[in-house]
């Protein structure tokens, strides 16, 4: 399993663009890289996946550099709403061992 | 949302006693997961099903058995209660793609 190293926590203010990195250095060839954002007292929701390159859907954009042991979710103008924990989770599809790191406590201030 | 169902959503129950969780899905989704989440140790995987009575153990699997005699329900025991099991425990289902989570079921062992 590919482990995903994310930094604990972050504080960013209304509006701005903000930029959550994940490291997974031992990602293999056939692993996709996903991410999901958790509310207080939820379950993690799916945000965007992606294999190589750029992903950009309606929520986020993904950015992923061509030795794929990083990858970069960017939150455009983010509100108080988006204040979550972020995961990033490496595997393939059909990984059935997908292991979740401690994730990324987002912060929104006014 | 994905059509995930946990019952119950909250319980508390006395060291000792047996307990169960169960998670039913209307996707008919061939992957099904059990995590637990705890503060400081974000998402662990406890024990998940490839198909009907195929299941295999995750991480966190001790205390902890599992049961899935149709495609639509995985179910999770605690056969002996202890008081490290109070924990949120999150159902969650794939398609070999993209995993979705239920709302989460909190157990209070006391």
């Known amino acids: 399993l590919a482990k995903t190293t994310q930094p604990i926590s972050m504080d960013s203010y209304e509006g701005q663009e903000v930029n959550i990195t994940c490291s997974h250095n031992?990602?293999?060839?056939?692993?996709?890289i996903t991410w999901y954002q958790q509310f207080p007292s939820q379950g993690p929701r799916f945000i965007i996946q992606g294999y190589k390159t750029k992903v950009t859907n309606e929520v986020a954009s993904l950015f992923i550099p061509a030795d794929r042991k990083s990858s970069t979710l960017s939150l455009p103008r983010v509100s108080l709403s988006d204040t979550a924990v972020y995961y990033c989770?490496?595997?393939?599809?059909?990984?059935?061992?997908?292991?979740f790191g401690k994730g990324n406590q987002v912060v929104v201030i006014p | 949302d994905a059509g995930i169902t946990q019952s119950p959503r909250h319980k508390v129950t006395e060291t000792g006693t047996p307990v169960t969780l169960r998670c039913h899905q209307t996707e008919n989704h061939r992957y099904m997961y059990w995590y637990r989440q705890d503060p400081g140790h974000g998402l662990r995987l406890i024990h998940y099903?490839?198909?009907?009575?195929?299941?295999d153990k995750g991480e966190v699997s001790d205390g902890y058995s599992v049961s899935r005699s149709k495609t639509e329900d995985f179910l999770l025991t605690l056969e002996s209660a202890t008081s490290s099991q109070t924990s949120v425990y999150f159902c969650?289902?794939?398609?070999?793609?993209?995993?979705?989570f239920g709302e989460g079921s909190w157990l209070t062992v006391v």
């Open positions: 099903s490839y198909g009907v009575k195929d299941t």
């Open positions: 031992n990602i293999a060839t056939n692993d996709y």
């Open positions: 969650a289902i794939s398609d070999g793609n993209t995993i979705y």
């Open positions: 989770l490496v595997g393939d599809n059909g990984n059935n061992r997908l292991a």
